[in-house]
């Protein structure tokens, strides 16, 4: 049948990024096991090829030091100062370099109507700072054979359906990871936040346009980014939810971790979202409707934990994530242009940027940075890797402020020596979260059904 779907402006080649992933990928790989989709049968036929014995890590290089005028205990004040009058409620901030942590700290309260102080084991939710998990998680099945980069979906989940047939039959995990499914932006997000269930709205991409093929154009996705977690069920027979827990949090010792709605209630100390109020800011209950999408939106952490992330990122937990696994996570797949837009530290610092698996990528005044932000109703986060400084940065906050996203540039600025901005002056980073398309302004109308409302700000 002929397939219907435009042909993209501007994109990577499909088989070009496949040849930046496939080189990087672990000396132990599978061949993608052909059946029903049933998860026992995928255990059985699973024919593991190994084309080279795995080779001990080699060790990591000297970490750069920073410049003298780095110093977390300013970093420290700067985010005590934000909690200060309830500018933000509470915030939880996470700093590593060299494979230490140089902070791991709560400021504030979890909850303006119970001030109970935040502290470096309360649980925050992540939004899209889950969307790094689901890239880790898909990358440790590829490790030992699971999966691969190039698995197609309907090898794995025969009922999946794209509006065009061919489309269907391309789609693989690696233009899931990379938002490079063909759909509009934010597809389904308006159902979602609805209550629309997910498999409701899986069924309803059969009818969704497509405005390239897959693999061919980037277009962020909430909905069809989760279909990474059936994927992981159907290669493993565990949920999504339980391999995360199984593979990421226990080896990395991010005890305070979970998923879901029931995970962050479930914890001894968690932080309560805020919303603004006549009075100030208004404490709520988690919505759900972002859960629903775990991959995309799932995970609860502490600062802890993330201190505990940023070291295995920063290539400090060999034993769980190998160099050439984090290499090929952190390796941007196709161009995000409009990421440089928005707030003026994008403007000003930011000259590139791009999609890998699950991270955001920048070229950040000619030094590479490894990002994702994220926020849903009452959260906000964001999380940055500097490879070359064997550095990292965590910060999560329980409001719909923005003026805290400041603070990463300016640690960011001091880490690589770079000449000081007034960044924390910067009032809304718009391209920080889903409140606007990444190709039109925050005024910019949106199609019915296809993109989240700014009411809601969801995962991005």
Known sequence: MKSNVKKPSRALPRLAAIALLLPLTLGSTAQTPQHSGSPSLVTANA??????????????????????????????????????????????????????????????????????????????????????????????LVNEGSLRWDSKLVDYMPSFRLSDPLASQQLTVADLLSHRVGLTHNAFDRDLEQYVDYRTLTQKLAYAPLQCAPGTCYSYQNVAFSLVGDMVFAATGDFYAQEVQRRIFKPLGMNDASLGLEGIQASPSWAR??????????????????????????????????????????????????????????????????????????????????????????????????FHGGAVQGYRGLIAVVPELDFGVAMLWNSESSLPSGMLPT??????????GQWLDDEIDPTLYAESSDDASPDAPHAPGTHASASTAAPN
Do not use: C
Not at 299 to 315: E, I, R
Not at 339 to 355: C, D, N, P
């Open 411 to 420: 640690i960011l600025d001091t880490a690589l020596g770079l000449p000081p």
């Open 273 to 370: 979202p805020h919303v603004r109020g006549r009075g100030g800011w208004v404490s709520l209950m988690p919505k759900t409707t972002y859960y629903q999408v775990l991959p995309a939106a799932g995970v609860n952490a502490s600062a802890s934990d993330m201190a505990q992330y940023l070291l295995a990122h920063t290539g400090h937990r060999p034993d769980v994530l190998p160099a050439p696994l984090l290499a090929t996570l952190h390796q941007p797949v196709v161009d995000t242009p409009s990421e440089i837009r928005g707030s003026s530290w994008r403007r000003t610092r930011l000259t590139s940027a791009g999609y890998a698996l699950g991270w955001r990528t920048y070229d950040y005044a000619g030094h590479r940075v490894v």
């Open 47 to 140: 024919k593991w090829v190994t084309s080279k014995p795995a080779q001990p890590a080699a060790p990591l290089p000297p970490s750069v030091p920073l410049p003298a005028a780095f110093d977390v205990r300013q970093f420290e004040s700067m985010a005590q100062q934000l909690v200060a009058n309830q500018r933000v409620p509470g915030l939880a901030m996470a700093v590593v370099h060299g494979g230490r942590i140089l902070s791991a700290r709560g400021y504030g309260i979890t909850d303006t109507s119970h001030a109970t102080p935040v502290d470096s084991h309360t649980v925050f939710r992540l939004a899209s700072l889950s969307k790094s998990f689901a890239g880790t998680m898909t990358g440790l």
